[in-house]
């Protein structure tokens, strides 16, 4: 059974998100929740990297 390549970054796994995209393109208007979750999606990663 084939996997098709899944567009949605979200649905792939963070760890393609981030590949695949850098914290400044973040595609959402500021001051909304969607913005914040971007940003804080890579910040965590970063917490988690820099903490192991």
Do not use: V
């Not at 393609?16 to 914040?36: G, L, R, S, V």
């Not at 910040?43 to 990297?49: F, P, T, V, W």
């Amino acid at each position: 059974m084939a996997i098709d390549y899944i567009n949605n970054p979200y649905d792939r796994g963070r760890e393609n998100f981030c590949a695949d995209f850098e914290i400044t393109d973040n595609p959402y208007p500021k001051n909304t929740q969607a913005h914040e979750d971007w940003s804080r999606g890579f910040l965590d990663q970063l917490n988690i990297e820099i903490s192991t």
